[in-house]
């Protein structure tokens, strides 16, 4: 039984993750509540090949508009814990391993292209409304909205054209 919770909240996040990316942080309603995610942070992933200065450093966590929404979605869940436990600590494991994997995607040069391909589709490639997962590929995959882009000839044409600059706050 505990490994059924672990498992199904470990695909119910990916779904969570899928619908809230594609459904809230991109809709025309929150781009007013989550203006940074679609005005600064894909202008600046897109010019600076994936960096994002929002990502340097370790300053201000808990003012972190993703920290804070990772946050309330596990007071959301909470009452899960007094049913499933390890559902919830599953889906906790899951917030955690987001943001992590999403702020090293953001952080590093070449990370994000190299371990999170799709997410760096999501960025880099010509339509930013496709590749919604952040950890995986997998409802992408499903759902029809994966989109390769990386070591496409489109992108090695890019490359050539286009040198790194960063953009500053």
């Known amino acids: 039984m505990v490994l059924v919770?672990?498992?199904l909240a470990y695909v119910y996040s990916h779904f969570l993750e899928y619908?809230?990316?594609r459904w809230f942080l991109h809709t025309r309603v929150s781009k007013t509540w989550f203006k940074y995610h679609w005005g600064l942070h894909h202008k600046k992933a897109r010019q600076n090949q994936?960096?994002?200065?929002?990502?340097?450093g370790l300053k201000n966590l808990y003012k972190d508009d993703?920290?804070?929404?990772?946050?309330?979605l596990a007071v959301i869940h909470l009452p899960l814990y007094f049913i499933?436990?390890?559902?919830?600590?599953?889906l906790v494991y899951?917030?955690?391993e987001y943001y992590v994997l999403h702020r090293l995607a953001h952080s590093y040069e070449g990370w994000g292209r190299k371990h999170l391909s799709w997410h760096y589709d999501h960025h880099m490639?010509?339509?930013q409304n496709l590749n919604w997962g952040v950890r995986l590929p997998l409802?992408?995959?499903m759902v029809g909205t994966r989109s390769i882009y990386k070591n496409t000839e489109r992108e090695k044409r890019l490359k050539f054209k286009t040198k790194r600059r960063r953009v500053r706050d």
């Open 139 to 141: 409802i992408d995959r």
């Open 50 to 56: 994936m960096i994002d200065s929002k990502y340097d």
């Open 84 to 90: 499933f436990p390890f559902a919830y600590f599953a």
């Open 19 to 21: 619908f809230l990316h």
């Open 94 to 96: 899951a917030a955690i």
């Open 66 to 72: 993703e920290v804070i929404g990772l946050s309330v």
């Open 125 to 127: 490639g010509p339509n």
């Open 5 to 7: 919770q672990i498992f």
